[in-house]
Nanobody, 115 residues
């Protein structure tokens, strides 16, 4: 049974930083591509960043240079370091695990960027 649990969200001022974590259980974490997605109110869920089993990363243009995705396979955990946060980064952030086209999701963690 797959379980993905996000943590680390919260309220932060513009220009601030947060680090999100996604703890995974079930399966062999190290072999799956992992990713972060977000959904703002009234908008569709969108890709933030992905990381392959080999550590290759991909970022949405909106977060390039500000966010860093990483993974610790020994801890079965993925991270998203978010710096220079903007109001438009406000959203629910979801952890995703891609098992060769079969997607699993966490419950999401709220990130709010506001003065």
């Amino acid at each position: 049974q797959v379980q993905l649990v996000e943590s680390g969200g919260g309220l932060v001022q513009p220009g601030g930083s947060l680090r999100l974590s996604c703890a995974a259980s079930g399966g062999i974490f190290s072999i799956y591509r992992m990713g972060w997605y977000r959904q703002a109110p009234g908008k569709q869920r969108e890709l933030v960043a992905t990381i392959t089993s080999g550590g290759a990363t991909n970022y949405a243009d909106a977060v390039k240079g500000r966010f860093t995705i990483s993974r610790d396979n020994a801890k079965n955990t993925m991270y998203l370091q978010m710096n220079s946060l903007k109001a438009e980064d406000t959203a629910v952030y979801y952890c995703n695990q891609d098992r060769w086209g079969v997607a699993y999701w966490g419950q999401g963690t709220q990130v709010t960027v506001s003065p």
